[in-house]
């Protein structure tokens, strides 16, 4: 491992391999047509250790360019982009991370995994059995409103996870301003709604999966769509559990209606259909991760990859069991386990592969004011 | 690989034009048995390297703008090569390349619009997505899929021609030689640029100091085999297409990121810190292909491209950063080069230089006066340090000597009779059509066009 020092930049020698590949990148430019992140290192002419991690975070990791690379191994340049932008966007995610002193979770993923889907969970569920009477936790509920507070009540449900939010809020959002600290832009630049609009259509749509129209060389050298829509499953399928969670909120605080909802109310039915995308599109991402050409692969970012992917399996498949199991003797348990999980993801949200979304969104901001400026700077 | 079988045509190479040949013949429902002499990582020859395809058309298509017709790619193709080119095959070439991108496409290769970095061609050639490497997979997938046998690390070492007739091949694969029949030959296993002894017999010494940037698999020995059994030859060793490329640059296979482009954005000076030929004579993309040869032709086959800092951002960085210095002075002891007489080189250049308004796009009026040789455009004073320099050396991409063929692709032999069933595609006969000089994508567009009628022929011969 080689030395870091206190600002926890990119180790020395893996910013040199990608500013080595990113120069032959440079000089060549067959890949353009990919993706954004050939036109994006074409505007340059030199690469800094900045440039470096605006790009590796710029892309999407797909195999394009590496099955199109004439240097590619065996060559003796040794060009594979994909693989060492995967390698410097782990580095990039310790480096943006806040508090700098838990940054080491990226390092040490397994510690990551057992916290968040192991240890958290268990303490939440060993919490709830000691402060519940057995009575309630192990007995059968009707369907009736507010059985889920008999269990954890709704104060100490929402103070938790208000509390845990607004950390993870704040975590996220002290990462992203690293990140656009380092890439030299205004917040003015990160807030102009033409440029903000673009790159919130090209994360939403997934542009640079597609390759150009037929998809991307994942998980072989063949171009398909499949990361993507099970990218779009997992998505979107957070997002609907996410509204399906706020809405819940607004019945309760609102409306008055306390949890559980009938199995046909919005919030079961937006959350049903976010936890089956939740459930499809990580079972897919991880089984096309399987399959995919291991030359390519980072360890480290992989590692990453199916910690996250594996809890918000678990999260979808808990939340399921309680739906299914809610008038039974095992809600209780079933619902503690759920929110245990839920907790584990949102402790370390901040220091795992959910921080991707964030630096990938603002990589594409920034992408879209350079192209703006370009237009400009060539209409005169 | 099968000995005991005759295939219907054996196709020698496995870059653009023996993939066009094999998938032709295939889809014609000949059996094809594709030799490649390369690993399966390097496959493909120089077309690994390419990007693109010069292609006629009438008016704007989905990846070209404009039009591109017959008689401007005529007079394009007749004023680099000097007239050095069999019309006949010339005009055919033109003429089917405007059905080449549709017949590409089918095969599964991808298109885009050209972008940045690409010599302005967005008009007269068409970009491969992803460049040459990507095509080749395209055409090996599909290859596959339609049943053509591939075997690579395959090198043919024998051709057993009678009579104009050939019969078999003797291969050699993991060491042990076997001998391989069929009933026609495409050959189209390249030049002979990564074979430096031949080069070397072309070039005399000089050629130890040419660095290929082509495959270090094209060794010429299917055109030696050819000639040495009586084929016609076309062109002379000594022509290929040869870019300055950066002296710091691998010896084989470092293809396009070694091509310097910053030639005309200032002077280049030989060993003896003096300039040679005119850098501004005409646009870069009409002249970069004729810096290989003004190299090698210099002595020791060295010389520096200079430039100072207006010219930054101008060109296409290559692959290796210059070398850099606050003075003139300094940058000779850099390069090597006698301070004073590079001092002498930039101040009389610096003083010959018009003043006038410096244009890269246009031939402008910034041109010099009284020295020898003038720079016509883009000549500005070198005056704002830091100063720069990329070492350049000739760089060699492929060779032009090559049988001659007829129409049909057939192999002409020394008594004019076209081989009863030998064909040949790609540079292996490119010199049929570029005698010398070389028009930016004009490769592949000859290995496409006569890939596929090698293809053809050879099917219709046998399936007949």
Same mark, same amino acid.
């Given at each position: 491992m080689?030395?870091r020092?206190?600002?926890?930049s990119v180790?020395s020698d893996?910013?040199?391999?990608?500013t080595?590949l990113?120069?032959?990148?440079n000089?060549?430019?067959y890949?353009?047509g990919?993706c954004?992140?050939f036109?994006a290192?074409e505007?340059r002419?030199?690469?800094?250790?900045?440039?470096?991690?605006?790009?590796a975070n710029?892309?999407h990791?797909c195999?394009?360019c590496?099955?199109?690379?004439?240097?590619?191994p065996?060559?003796?340049?040794?060009?594979?982009l994909?693989?060492t932008?995967?390698?410097v966007?782990?580095?990039?995610?310790?480096?943006?991370a806040?508090?700098?002193?838990?940054a080491?979770?990226?390092?040490?993923t397994?510690?990551?995994?057992v916290?968040?889907?192991?240890?958290i969970?268990?303490?939440?569920?060993l919490l709830?059995?000691?402060?519940t009477?057995p009575?309630v936790m192990?007995?059968?509920?009707s369907?009736?409103e507010?059985s889920?507070?008999?269990v954890i009540s709704h104060?100490?449900?929402?103070?938790?996870?208000?509390?845990?939010?607004?950390?993870?809020?704040?975590?996220?959002g002290?990462?992203?301003k690293s990140?656009?600290?380092?890439?030299g832009?205004?917040w003015s630049?990160f807030?102009?709604p033409?440029?903000?609009?673009?790159?919130?259509?090209?994360?939403l749509?997934?542009?640079y999966?597609?390759g150009?129209?037929?998809?991307?060389?994942y998980?072989g050298d063949?171009?398909?769509?499949?990361r993507r829509?099970?990218?779009?499953?997992?998505?979107?399928?957070?997002?609907?559990?996410f509204?399906?969670t706020t809405?819940?909120?607004?019945?309760?605080n609102l409306l008055?209606?306390?949890?559980?909802?009938p199995?046909?109310?919005?919030?079961v039915i937006?959350?049903?259909a976010?936890?089956?995308?939740?459930?499809?599109?990580?079972i897919?991402?991880?089984?096309?991760?399987r399959?995919r050409n291991?030359?390519?692969?980072?360890?480290g970012?992989?590692?990453?990859d199916?910690t996250?992917l594996a809890?918000?399996?678990?999260?979808s498949?808990?939340g399921?069991?309680?739906?299914?199991f809610?008038?039974?003797?095992?809600m209780?348990i /079933?619902l503690?386990?759920?929110l245990g999980?839920?907790?584990g993801l949102?402790?370390? /949200?901040?220091y795992?592969?959910f921080?991707?979304?964030?630096?990938?969104?603002a990589a594409?901001v920034?992408?879209?004011?350079?192209?703006q400026?370009?237009?400009?700077s060539?209409?005169? | 690989?099968?000995?005991?079988?005759?295939?219907?045509?054996l196709v020698?190479?496995?870059g653009?034009?023996?993939l066009?040949?094999?998938?032709?013949?295939?889809?014609?429902g000949a059996?094809v048995?594709?030799?490649?002499?390369?690993?399966?990582?390097?496959?493909g020859?120089?077309? +690994?390297h390419t990007?693109? &395809?010069?292609? %006629?058309?009438?008016?704007?298509?989905?990846? &070209?703008?404009?039009?591109?017709?017959e008689?401007?790619?005529?007079? !394009?193709?007749?004023?680099?090569t000097? *007239?050095?080119t069999?019309?006949?095959?010339a005009?055919?070439t033109?003429? +089917?390349?405007?059905?080449c +991108?549709a017949?590409? #496409?089918?095969q599964?290769?991808?298109?885009q619009?050209?972008l940045?970095?690409?010599l302005?061609l967005?008009?007269?050639n068409?970009?491969?997505?992803?460049?040459?490497?990507a095509l080749?997979?395209?055409?090996?997938r599909?290859a596959?899929r339609l049943g053509?046998?591939i075997?690579y690390?395959?090198e043919?070492?024998?051709?057993?021609?009678?009579?104009?007739?050939f019969?078999?091949a003797?291969?050699?694969r993991?060491?042990?030689?076997?001998?391989?029949r069929?009933?026609?030959?495409v =050959?189209?296993?390249?030049g002979?640029? $990564?074979?430096?002894a031949?080069?070397k017999?072309?070039?005399g010494?000089? #050629?130890?100091?040419?660095?290929?940037?082509?495959?270090?698999y094209d060794?010429?020995?299917i @055109?030696?085999?050819l %000639?040495?059994g009586?084929?016609?030859?076309?062109?002379?060793?000594?022509?290929?297409?040869a870019?300055?490329?950066?002296a710091r640059?691998?010896?084989?296979?470092?293809?396009?990121v070694?091509r310097?482009?910053?030639?005309?954005?200032?002077i280049v000076?030989?060993?003896? $810190?003096?300039r040679?030929?005119d850098e501004?004579e !005409?646009?870069?993309?009409k002249?970069?292909?004729?810096w *290989?040869r003004l190299?090698?032709?210099?002595?020791?086959q060295i010389a520096f491209?200079?430039f !100072?800092?207006?010219?930054i *951002?101008?060109?296409?960085?290559?692959l290796?950063p210059?070398l850099?210095a606050?003075?003139?002075r300094e940058l000779?002891? =850099?390069?090597? &080069?006698?301070p &004073?007489a590079l001092?002498?080189?930039v101040?009389?250049?610096?003083?010959?230089?018009r003043r006038?308004?410096?244009?890269l796009?246009?031939? !402008?009026g910034?041109r010099?006066?009284?020295?020898?040789?003038?720079k016509?455009h883009?000549?500005r004073? @070198?005056?704002?340090?830091?100063?720069y320099?990329?070492?350049?050396r000739?760089?060699?991409?492929?060779?032009?000597l090559?049988? #001659?063929?007829?129409?049909?692709?057939?192999?002409?032999?020394?008594?004019?009779?076209?081989a009863k069933?030998?064909?040949a595609a790609?540079?292996?006969?490119a010199?049929?059509?570029?005698?010398?000089?070389y028009?930016a994508?004009i490769? %592949?567009?000859?290995?496409?066009v006569?890939g +596929?009628?090698?293809?053809e022929? #050879?099917?219709?011969?046998?399936? $007949?």
């Amino acid at each position: 491992m080689s030395s870091r020092n206190s600002d926890l930049s990119v180790p020395s020698d893996l910013a040199e391999e990608g500013t080595r590949l990113l120069r032959i990148c440079n000089a060549c430019r067959y890949c353009e047509g990919y993706c954004a992140v050939f036109p994006a290192l074409e505007r340059r002419f030199t690469f800094t250790e900045q440039d470096l991690n605006y790009l590796a975070n710029l892309c999407h990791d797909c195999g394009e360019c590496y099955y199109a690379c004439q240097y590619a191994p065996p060559h003796e340049f040794a060009l594979n982009l994909p693989k060492t932008l995967a390698a410097v966007r782990k580095e990039t995610y310790q480096k943006y991370a806040w508090p700098g002193v838990l940054a080491g979770l990226f390092r040490r993923t397994g510690l990551a995994l057992v916290l968040s889907a192991g240890v958290i969970p268990a303490l939440f569920v060993l919490l709830t059995l000691l402060f519940t009477e057995p009575a309630v936790m192990f007995s059968a509920h009707s369907v009736a409103e507010g059985s889920f507070y008999q269990v954890i009540s709704h104060t100490v449900m929402t103070a938790s996870f208000s509390m845990v939010g607004l950390y993870v809020l704040a975590a996220l959002g002290m990462g992203l301003k690293s990140f656009w600290r380092e890439t030299g832009e205004p917040w003015s630049a990160f807030l102009n709604p033409g440029v903000f609009g673009q790159a919130l259509s090209e994360a939403l749509r997934l542009r640079y999966l597609d390759g150009a129209g037929e998809g991307c060389a994942y998980p072989g050298d063949l171009p398909s769509q499949a990361r993507r829509w099970f990218h779009h499953l997992t998505f979107y399928g957070f997002l609907l559990t996410f509204a399906a969670t706020t809405l819940a909120a607004i019945y309760h605080n609102l409306l008055g209606l306390e949890a559980p909802y009938p199995f046909l109310s919005a919030p079961v039915i937006l959350g049903t259909a976010g936890g089956v995308g939740l459930l499809l599109g990580p079972i897919g991402l991880l089984w096309l991760k399987r399959n995919r050409n291991q030359e390519l692969s980072d360890p480290g970012q992989s590692s990453l990859d199916v910690t996250f992917l594996a809890l918000l399996f678990l999260i979808s498949l808990t939340g399921f069991l309680l739906l299914v199991f809610r008038e039974t003797a095992a809600m209780g348990i /079933m619902l503690a386990a759920h929110l245990g999980l839920v907790l584990g993801l949102f402790v370390t /949200m901040p220091y795992g592969k959910f921080v991707h979304g964030f630096y990938r969104f603002a990589a594409l901001v920034r992408n879209a004011v350079e192209k703006q400026r370009e237009q400009k700077s060539s209409a005169k | 690989m099968d000995s005991g079988r005759t295939y219907d045509v054996l196709v020698v190479g496995g870059g653009n034009a023996a993939l066009c040949a094999a998938i032709s013949a295939r889809q014609r429902g000949a059996s094809v048995l594709v030799l490649e002499a390369s690993p399966r990582h390097f496959r493909g020859g120089n077309s +690994r390297h390419t990007r693109n &395809l010069r292609s %006629m058309h009438d008016g704007p298509t989905d990846v &070209l703008t404009g039009s591109y017709p017959e008689s401007e790619y005529w007079e !394009d193709l007749l004023q680099v090569t000097e *007239g050095q080119t069999n019309e006949q095959l010339a005009r055919l070439t033109i003429r +089917r390349s405007a059905t080449c +991108r549709a017949w590409m #496409a089918q095969q599964g290769v991808r298109f885009q619009p050209s972008l940045t970095g690409t010599l302005h061609l967005s008009r007269t050639n068409a970009f491969f997505l992803g460049g040459g490497k990507a095509l080749i997979n395209a055409y090996y997938r599909t290859a596959a899929r339609l049943g053509v046998e591939i075997e690579y690390d395959a090198e043919v070492c024998e051709l057993k021609i009678r009579d104009g007739r050939f019969t078999s091949a003797i291969v050699v694969r993991n060491g042990s030689s076997q001998e391989v029949r069929a009933k026609t030959l495409v =050959a189209a296993a390249g030049g002979f640029e $990564a074979n430096l002894a031949w080069l070397k017999e072309a070039w005399g010494e000089a #050629a130890d100091n040419f660095l290929i940037r082509g495959t270090p698999y094209d060794t010429g020995k299917i @055109l030696r085999i050819l %000639m040495d059994g009586g084929a016609k030859t076309v062109s002379d060793p000594t022509q290929c297409h040869a870019v300055a490329i950066d002296a710091r640059a691998p010896r084989f296979d470092g293809g396009i990121v070694t091509r310097v482009d910053s030639l005309p954005l200032g002077i280049v000076v030989n060993k003896n $810190a003096v300039r040679f030929y005119d850098e501004g004579e !005409d646009f870069w993309p009409k002249r970069y292909a004729i810096w *290989g040869r003004l190299v090698a032709r210099q002595p020791d086959q060295i010389a520096f491209s200079i430039f !100072d800092s207006k010219a930054i *951002g101008a060109f296409v960085p290559p692959l290796y950063p210059p070398l850099q210095a606050n003075t003139i002075r300094e940058l000779a002891a =850099a390069l090597q &080069l006698d301070p &004073l007489a590079l001092e002498r080189t930039v101040s009389e250049f610096n003083a010959a230089a018009r003043r006038g308004v410096f244009n890269l796009a246009v031939l !402008d009026g910034c041109r010099t006066e009284g020295v020898t040789p003038p720079k016509s455009h883009w000549a500005r004073p @070198l005056d704002s340090p830091p100063f720069y320099a990329y070492p350049l050396r000739p760089g060699i991409t492929f060779t032009y000597l090559g049988v #001659a063929v007829n129409e049909r692709t057939q192999v002409i032999f020394q008594d004019g009779k076209p081989a009863k069933n030998i064909y040949a595609a790609g540079e292996i006969m490119a010199g049929n059509i570029l005698g010398r000089g070389y028009l930016a994508g004009i490769g %592949m567009t000859i290995g496409t066009v006569f890939g +596929r009628i090698a293809g053809e022929e #050879a099917a219709r011969h046998v399936l $007949a």
